[in-house]
């Protein structure tokens, strides 16, 4: 079901990729998700199961921050 809700597991990958990323500060976060999802949200939490794959997923493009 496209319209279920973002899972646990999907919540702590997103945070846990988007720290890997450099994406440190919850609203570039949020800028991030809204830029994939062509649509405004004001947190995961308001992510479906499919938009959290689409943004995991394009998470996982970026470079890794380099680690000092």
Do not use: C, W, Y
């Not at 991030?32 to 959290?52: I, M, S, Y």
């Amino acid at each position: 079901n496209a319209g279920a809700p973002i899972t646990q597991p999907q919540m702590k990958m997103l945070g846990a990729t988007a720290r890997r990323k450099g994406l440190t500060v919850a609203e570039d976060v949020r800028q991030f998700v809204v830029d994939v999802v062509g649509r405004d949200v004001t947190g995961a939490r308001d992510l479906t199961k499919a938009e959290a794959s689409q943004v995991i997923d394009k998470l996982g493009e970026l470079p890794d921050k380099a680690q000092p």
